[in-house]
């Protein structure tokens, strides 16, 4: 089994040779590791995109908007997710972004959850029938794993979701009553053995 060092050596390099700068090709080998690390065949699509590559033409997407449309070419998902990372602060004021073909869409997840963690918040991403949830760049939840994923998604759409507690407030009276249990009463002998001078004096 090939380390999650090897994996993100070897997608570094290769996308070099691909023709991306150094800087991107780092971005893109940290991006395929965490694919690997969270199940996702992230080898299998960067070696099947850059086959396509070689031969077709791909549309670049430098300034991220509410709707993103690709007349002529499917978007190249390397720089579009290094354009979503990099603007992620204007993602997030967006709330929710529309793109339609976007080659190799498998590939944009992980510079999705990477923003996740910088801005705080979780992520949801849909292309198609597929669902995706980013958490934090902890994990990635999807409707769909081991599967072969499509090579353009027609339809794509980003959802930027505003924390909050997954619990109701009585729920959560209900466990705190619960746990007044655990709490002690302040005695003589608490104060006199807390934090401070005490009754000595050592100066």
Do not use: H
């Amino acid at each position: 089994m090939k380390s999650l060092s090897e994996i993100e050596t070897l997608s570094k390099r290769a996308s070099r040779a691909a023709g991306f700068s150094w800087g991107v090709a780092e971005d893109v080998g940290k991006c395929i590791r965490l694919l690997e690390l969270f199940g996702f065949e992230g080898i299998k699509n960067l070696k099947e995109y850059y086959k396509a590559k070689s031969n077709k033409k791909f549309e670049n997407l430098n300034l991220i908007n509410k709707k993103n449309n690709s007349y002529k070419f499917p978007f190249c998902p390397i720089s579009l997710g290094v354009s979503l990372l990099d603007q992620i602060k204007t993602v997030e004021k967006l709330g929710k972004i529309k793109f339609n073909k976007i080659s190799y869409p498998l590939l944009i997840l992980p510079f999705l959850s990477r923003g996740s963690e910088i801005i705080g918040k979780k992520i949801y991403l849909k292309f198609d029938k597929y669902d995706f949830l980013l958490n934090l760049n902890v994990n990635i939840s999807s409707n769909s794993f081991n599967k072969n994923f499509i090579n353009i998604a027609k339809k794509v759409e980003i959802n930027i979701l505003e924390n909050k507690d997954n619990f109701s407030n009585k729920d959560w009276m209900s466990l705190y009553k619960l746990a007044e249990k655990t709490f002690v009463d302040e005695t003589e002998s608490l104060k006199q053995g807390a934090a401070g001078a005490g009754l000595t004096d050592n100066d």
